[in-house]
Nanobody, 128 residues
Framework: QVQLVESGGGLVQPGDSLTLSCRASGRTFSNRTIGWFRQVPGEEREFVAT?????????????YYADSVKGRFTISNDRANNIVYLRMNSLKPEDTAIYYC????????????????WGQGTQVTISS
């Protein structure tokens, strides 16, 4: 089992920045992908970004971003503490959503159904 706990959501103005954190615990061994999806109530969930940890030899694999956030969002991983961060810059009203931390064994997928574990979600609201 893997447990994911998100934090860092809130209300900010357009153009502001925000950093989300996700602490993973449990069976988070090698060859895993962890990242973020988001969802607006009544709409489909949307892939945001992921980062993959391969193993001790390869280290971190590639990061992937949705086109809508590329260049504005950065995903990073504090492996020692099993924390994943999503730094969000130049926020727009359309970034408003519930952001979910996700985890899967194996490599990247943009399909939310591929992720075995989901956090409880944290609300991000961008409004003036």
């Amino acid at each position: 089992q893997v447990q994911l706990v998100e934090s860092g959501g809130g209300l900010v103005q357009p153009g502001d920045s925000l950093t989300l954190s996700c602490r993973a615990s449990g069976r988070t061994f090698s060859n895993r992908t962890i990242g973020w999806f988001r969802q607006v109530p009544g709409e489909e969930r949307e892939f945001v970004a992921t980062i993959t940890w391969a193993d001790e030899t390869i280290g971190f694999g590639p990061t992937y971003y949705a086109d809508s956030v590329k260049g504005r969002f950065t995903i990073s991983n504090d492996r020692a503490n099993n924390i994943v961060y999503l730094r969000m810059n130049s926020l727009k009203p359309e970034d408003t959503a519930i952001y979910y931390c996700v985890f899967k064994y194996g490599f990247y997928s943009a399909n939310g159904g591929s992720y075995n574990y989901w956090g409880q979600g944290t609300q991000v609201t961008i409004s003036s």
